[in-house]
């Protein structure tokens, strides 16, 4: 079972790419898709509600019989950390071998997180590189023992999409055609989200 957790704020092609290449070459049942309800590193003022982005997640899985939405990190109280997180998920899938998907940039700033080594004891990572991420792997490996052996790097062709950037070109009033899936986009324009932040 993958893991993609974040902030979907909105939830785009690079999102749905990951999801799709660590379902494919790990052999994956199933993804669950975790929308965090107050993201532990993000102004919280300047996030869409979490309904609107558990709505807009939904909207862009529906279609994939593996990809499910899981609201667990969206209700559950404050902090919303990934280590706190997995003993929630393995609580409900028990049986389940766990990877949590991420980018490579947020593999090279892995030592950052909450807990990074409670987290590989949990779980395995499986990474998908992104423009510009230049992993070191002996720093890595100094800061959090044991991460390289516990790390599945992905294939594929990378994307450089991100949602801050998805937010900043709606702002500028341009057009988010082919940035995320057409249901997604239907629903930013009949809220009008993005449009003044």
């Given at each position: 079972m993958g893991l993609l957790g974040g902030t979907f704020d909105p939830p785009h092609y690079g999102h749905?790419?990951?999801?799709e290449s660590a379902r494919d070459q790990l052999h994956l049942d199933q993804v669950l898709f975790l929308p965090v309800g107050e993201p532990p590193h993000?102004?919280?003022q300047g996030i869409t509600a979490v309904s609107q982005r558990l709505h807009?997640?939904?909207l862009a899985i529906n279609?994939?019989?593996?990809f499910q939405l899981d609201d667990t990190d969206a209700v559950r109280p404050r902090p919303h950390t990934t280590c706190s997180l997995l003993p929630l998920l393995r609580a409900a899938h028990a049986q389940a071998d766990l990877w949590l998907l991420i980018g490579s940039d947020s593999l090279r700033d892995f030592p950052t997180w909450h807990e990074p080594a409670c987290i590989i004891t949990q779980c395995r990572l499986a990474v998908l590189d992104r423009p510009g991420a230049v992993v070191d792997w002996p720093d890595l490996e100094t800061a959090v023992p044991g991460l390289r052996a516990a790390?599945?790097?992905?294939?594929?062709?990378?994307?450089?999409?991100?949602?801050t950037a998805v937010r900043r070109w709606a702002r500028l009033g341009h057009s988010l055609r082919y940035l995320l899936p057409d249901s997604v986009?239907?629903?930013i324009t009949q809220q009008s989200l993005y449009e003044t932040r």
């Open positions: 749905l790419w990951l999801a993000k102004d919280r807009m997640t939904q279609g994939h019989p593996a790390t599945d790097m992905l294939d594929g062709p990378t994307m450089d999409i991100s949602s986009l239907n629903f």
